[in-house]
C-alpha cells in the first residue's frame, strides 16, 4: 500500500490544525451573541394599520423601515448594531445597551413622510450650511421638524455634495415649507416605464383629498418656475429629505396636476440601470411612507453583561470539562485508538472555535448560548465516530484478521454506518435551521457544521493516522483488546 | 474482548413491559398534570434579579409585583448553597418600556435591591408561532427520515426507528410533567436533539443488522430474530461507549449550569438531553431491535425461517422455553472463532459472500 496519501492526508490535517492555533493565538475570537455580552435582543413583528390589506411587497416596505429605523438607532452610540429582516420578522440585536425605554421608543415610532415645497437649496460650503441642524449626528438626535412648520431639513446620504473646503463628502441641506402632503394621502407608488421616452418613472396614485392639494400645490410651483424660480418640492421620509422633483414645462400655472395621480421623471444623464434603481428606491420610499407599518415586540430581552459573562464561562468550563472526561474514558477504553480518537476530539475544539471566530469576521456570525450547547453536544458524536471505528477494528482483530487488514476493512464499514447516522443528524440540522427562529437556528447551525466536521476529521486524519500507527506496528492484537482480561487469556493461551 | 451474548430479543416481553408501564405513566402525567411552560409559550413577562438581599422572600416579590399592577405573578428564589443570590418573577405578558410594566419593573428591584436586572418579554401569539414551527419542522423531519432511512437500509427498519424515536420522546415529556419541570424553548431544542441523537443510534444498529443479513440462514444466525439478536450484541459496546462520552460533556453542563445563575438555558437544554439520551440508548437496543424482529415476523419467508429453527431446536432438544437463545456463540466471538476462522483464513469465509453482494 502506497504510504503518501495517508501522510499528505495527515500533514493536511495537521496544517489546518497550526493554523486554527495561530489564528487562535493572534487574539481572534468567535463574534458573542447578546445572552453573551448583555445587551438588548427582540424581535419586532410588523403591525399592518386595520383595515390594510398584506402587501405583496411586505417584504421590500419591512427592509425600507429598517433603513428608517437604523438610521435612529445610531443615535444609541451602539457599537455593532445588527438590525435583520428574518421572514417578516425585524430581529433587533444591540449588544451593550440597557435602556429598553428608548429602544422600545426609537423602534416602535413609525416612519413619517411628507411632501413640502422646497425654499432653497444649502449645498455644503454654503454660508448657512453651518446652521442647525448638524446633518452628520444620527438622526434621532436632530431636533423633529413638526408637519406644520417649515424649516431646514437634511438631504440622504446619497445625494451628497462634497464640501469645498474639506472635499469631505456631506449631504444636501434643504430649506422647506410645512408638510403640504403626508403618507395616508398616498394610495399608490409604481415604478414605470414613460409612454414614448420608455425611461423609468415612478407612478403616484393620490386619494381625492390629496389630489386636491397636489393640484394646488403643483399649480403653485408651475407658477414660481415661470417666474424663474426653483419651483421644486421634497419627499421628505422620516425628516430625511429623499428627493427634489420640480414640475415639468408642460404643468401650466393656475392649472397644476390635476386627477391625482402623477408621474415622477428620475433625474436625467444616468445610464437606464441607474434610472431603473433610482425610481424603484423612490417608488419604495413613497410606498413605505404610505403604509405606515408599527413594528410591535414579539419579545424583548435583555441580558444583564455580569449574567452574560457568566453563562459564557459556565458553558466554556462545561466545553472543557466534557473533552477531558471523555477523552479519559476513550483513553482507558480504547489506548491507541482511544488516544486517535483523543486528538481527534481536540481538533474538532480546535477547528470549531477558530471556525466560528472565521464566521464572526466574515459573515458577522454570533454565536449564542443555544450554539455552545450545540458545540457541546456535538463532543459525544465526535467521540462516537472513533468509538465505531475501534470496535469495527476490535471486531475485525476478533474474526482472526491482521490488526493491518483489520483497520482498512473496519474503517470501511464505520465509515458507511458513520455516514448514514452523520446524514440523519444534518438532516435535523438543516431542516431546524430553515424552518425554525430564534436560538434554536444558532443550536442548529452550529450542530451541522459539527456533524461535517466530524466526517471531515473521521476520513482525512482517523482513517491515515489509524492505517499508519497499524503499519508501524504500535496498534497490536494485544493492545485492541487489553481490556478484557479474558480475552488476553484467549489471546495468550492461542499465541 | 469478547461480544456479549445477551438475549435482547427472547425478553421482549419484559422490555415491553417496561416501556410499556414508563409509556403509561408518562401519558398519565402528562395527562393529569400538564406541562409547565416557559412565557415562551404562553407569552409573559420574565425578570431575573441578580444579588438581591439576602433575606428576600418570594411572597414579598409576588405582592410587590402584584401592587405594582403585574398579574398572574410567579416568583422564585434562586440560591447558590445557603445564600439566596438571585430571584426568577413572571407576570403575564406587559408591553416593554410601558407604564405598568416599568412601574412593576422598579418596584421589584426596590424590594429585592437587586444589583441587576435581566428582563425577558414575549407577546402573546408569538409563542404559538415558535411552537407551530417546530411542530412543523419536526413533521418534516420525520417524513425526510423514514425516506432515508427506507432508501439506506429498509422501509420496517425505519419504522421501528421512529417508534423507539416517539416512545424517548414521550418518556421524556413525561418526566418533566412528573416533576413539573419548566419546559423552555431550551428544552425543544434537547427534545429535537434527542431526534436525532436517538435516530442514530437506532441506525447503527439496523446498519450492523443489515450488514449481516448476507449471512442470513448460517448457523445462530438462521432467522431475523437470531440475527437481530447476534447484531445488538456485536454493537452492545458501543452504544454504551457511546452513551457514556455522549453523557459526560452533558453532564458537565448540567452541574456547571446548576451553579451558574443566568445559565438557565444552558442546564434546561442538559437536563433534557440528559434524561432523553438515557432513554434513547435502551431504546435503540431494546425497543427498536425487538420491534423490527416482530415486523419481520408478519413475513412468511421468516415464518419458515422459524419454524425450521425452532425444528432443529427441537431435534436438539433445546429447551423450548427459549426459543430465540442464541445456542451458537454469536460471530465474532472468540468462541465462535474456531468454526469460522478456518474459512476466514483460508479467505472463503464473510468476505466471499461480501463480494457477491
Request: glycine residues 10%; hydrophobic residues 45%.
Amino acid at each position: 500500500m502506497d504510504k503518501r496519501p495517508l501522510y499528505v492526508s495527515i500533514a493536511f490535517v495537521l496544517l489546518i490544525a497550526v493554523s486554527a492555533g495561530v489564528y487562535l493565538g493572534l487574539g481572534a475570537r468567535p463574534n458573542l451573541g447578546l445572552d453573551l455580552q448583555g445587551g438588548i435582543s427582540a424581535i419586532y413583528t410588523p403591525r399592518l394599520p386595520p383595515g390594510e390589506e398584506e402587501p405583496e411587497d411586505l417584504e421590500e416596505i419591512i427592509d425600507e423601515t429598517i433603513e428608517v429605523i437604523r438610521a435612529r438607532v445610531d443615535s444609541l452610540g451602539v457599537a455593532e448594531p445588527d438590525i435583520a429582516r428574518v421572514g417578516t420578522d425585524v430581529q433587533v440585536q444591540l449588544p451593550g445597551v440597557a435602556d429598553a425605554e428608548r429602544v422600545q421608543e426609537i423602534i416602535g415610532t413609525t416612519a413619517q413622510l411628507s411632501f413640502r415645497r422646497v425654499v432653497r437649496d444649502i449645498p455644503p460650503g454654503s454660508p448657512d450650511y453651518d446652521q442647525d441642524p448638524d446633518c452628520t449626528a444620527p438622526v434621532d438626535e436632530r431636533a423633529p421638524l413638526p408637519a406644520d412648520e417649515g424649516g431646514i431639513l437634511c438631504g440622504s446620504l446619497e445625494e451628497s455634495a462634497d464640501d469645498p473646503e474639506s472635499g469631505e463628502a456631506l449631504p444636501m441641506k434643504y430649506e422647506v415649507g410645512p408638510a403640504e402632503l403626508t403618507g395616508d394621502n398616498i394610495e399608490d407608488a409604481f415604478v414605470q416605464l414613460g409612454t414614448g421616452t420608455q425611461a423609468f418613472q415612478v407612478g403616484l396614485q393620490l386619494d381625492d383629498e390629496g389630489g386636491e392639494v397636489f393640484a394646488a400645490v403643483t399649480s403653485d410651483l408651475a407658477c414660481e418656475r415661470d417666474q424663474g424660480l426653483d419651483g421644486r418640492f421634497a419627499i421628505v421620509l422620516d425628516d430625511i429629505v429623499e428627493s427634489t422633483p420640480g414640475v415639468n414645462p408642460t404643468v401650466a400655472c393656475g392649472v397644476g396636476i390635476t386627477g391625482g395621480s402623477a408621474t415622477i421623471t428620475t433625474a436625467g444623464g444616468l445610464t437606464r440601470e441607474e434610472q431603473e434603481a433610482d425610481a424603484t428606491d423612490l417608488a419604495l420610499v413613497l410606498r413605505t411612507g404610505a403604509l405606515p407599518i408599527s413594528l410591535e415586540a414579539s419579545t424583548f430581552q435583555t441580558v444583564s453583561p455580569t449574567l452574560g459573562a457568566e453563562s459564557l464561562q459556565a458553558g466554556l468550563l462545561a466545553g472543557l470539562l466534557g473533552l477531558v472526561l471523555v477523552g479519559l474514558w476513550l483513553l482507558w477504553f480504547y489506548r491507541w485508538v482511544g488516544a486517535i480518537a483523543v486528538i481527534g476530539i481536540s481538533f474538532y475544539g480546535l477547528f470549531i472555535v477558530a471556525g466560528v471566530a472565521l464566521m464572526g469576521q466574515l459573515i458577522g456570525f454570533a454565536l449564542t448560548l443555544a450554539g455552545v450547547a450545540g458545540i457541546i453536544v456535538s463532543i459525544g458524536i465526535t467521540a462516537d465516530s472513533s468509538i465505531i471505528y475501534a470496535e469495527r477494528i476490535r471486531d475485525e482483530v476478533n474474526l482472526g484478521k491482521t490488526v493491518r487488514t483489520a483497520v482498512v476493512r473496519a474503517f470501511e464499514s464505520a465509515w458507511r454506518t458513520n455516514l448514514t447516522g452523520n446524514t440523519v443528524t444534518i438532516a435535523a440540522a438543516a431542516i431546524l435551521y430553515f424552518l425554525a427562529v430564534g436560538p434554536v437556528r444558532g443550536f442548529a447551525l452550529m450542530l451541522g457544521i459539527s456533524n461535517v466536521l466530524d466526517l471531515f476529521l473521521m476520513y482525512f486524519f482517523s482513517r491515515p493516522t489509524a492505517y499508519v500507527l497499524a503499519d508501524r506496528g504500535l496498534l497490536t492484537r494485544r493492545s485492541m483488546r487489553a481490556v478484557d482480561p479474558e480475552a488476553r487469556v484467549t489471546a495468550g493461551a492461542r499465541a | 474482548m469478547r461480544t456479549p451474548t445477551l438475549d435482547f430479543v427472547g425478553n421482549s416481553r419484559r422490555w415491553i413491559a417496561i416501556s410499556g408501564i414508563l409509556i403509561a405513566i408518562s401519558l398519565l402525567a402528562l395527562g393529569i398534570r400538564g406541562l409547565d411552560l416557559s412565557i415562551d409559550f404562553v407569552g409573559g413577562n420574565a425578570y431575573q434579579l441578580v444579588d438581591v438581599r439576602a433575606d428576600v422572600t418570594a411572597a414579598e416579590l409576588r405582592d410587590a409585583a402584584t401592587d405594582a399592577g403585574a398579574q398572574d405573578v410567579t416568583a422564585q428564589l434562586q440560591t447558590s448553597g445557603e445564600e439566596t443570590t438571585g430571584a426568577l418573577v413572571r407576570t403575564e405578558s406587559l408591553e416593554p418600556a410601558s407604564e405598568v410594566e416599568r412601574a412593576v419593573r422598579a418596584t421589584l428591584v426596590e424590594v429585592s435591591e437587586a444589583q441587576e436586572v435581566g428582563f425577558e418579554f414575549v407577546g402573546p401569539v408569538w409563542g404559538q408561532r415558535i411552537t407551530l414551527q417546530a411542530i412543523e419542522a419536526l413533521l418534516v423531519f420525520l417524513v425526510v427520515v423514514v425516506l432515508y432511512i427506507t432508501f439506506r437500509l429498509e422501509f420496517k427498519m425505519a419504522a421501528a426507528s421512529i417508534a423507539a424515536l416517539l416512545h424517548d420522546i414521550v418518556i421524556t415529556i413525561g418526566i418533566y410533567a412528573l416533576i413539573g419541570f419548566n419546559v423552555s424553548p431550551a428544552t425543544v431544542i434537547a427534545l429535537l436533539t434527542i431526534l436525532g441523537y436517538s435516530l442514530y443510534d437506532s441506525v447503527v444498529v439496523f446498519d450492523r443488522v443489515k450488514e449481516n443479513t448476507v449471512n442470513l440462514g448460517d448457523p445462530g444466525l438462521r432467522s431475523y430474530r437470531e440475527l437481530v439478536n447476534a447484531s445488538l450484541n456485536q454493537v452492545v459496546y458501543r452504544s454504551i461507549n457511546t452513551s457514556v462520552t455522549s453523557l459526560l460533556p452533558v453532564g458537565a453542563l448540567l452541574v456547571i449550569g446548576a451553579q451558574v445563575l443566568g445559565a438557565t438555558t444552558l442546564q434546561d437544554l442538559a437536563l433534557a438531553l440528559f434524561l432523553g439520551m438515557g432513554v434513547g440508548v435502551y431504546s435503540s437496543l431494546f425497543v427498536a431491535g425487538p420491534l423490527f424482529v416482530w415486523l419481520k415476523g408478519f413475513e412468511p419467508e421468516e415464518q419458515r425461517r422459524l419454524a425450521k429453527a425452532a425444528e432443529q431446536d427441537d431435534t436438539e432438544e433445546a429447551p423450548s422455553t427459549a426459543p430465540a437463545r442464541v445456542d451458537a456463540p454469536a460471530p465474532g466471538s472468540p468462541e465462535a472463532r474456531a468454526p469460522i476462522t478456518t474459512e476466514y483464513v483460508r479467505g472463503q469465509g464473510k468476505g466471499k459472500k461480501r463480494r457477491k453482494r
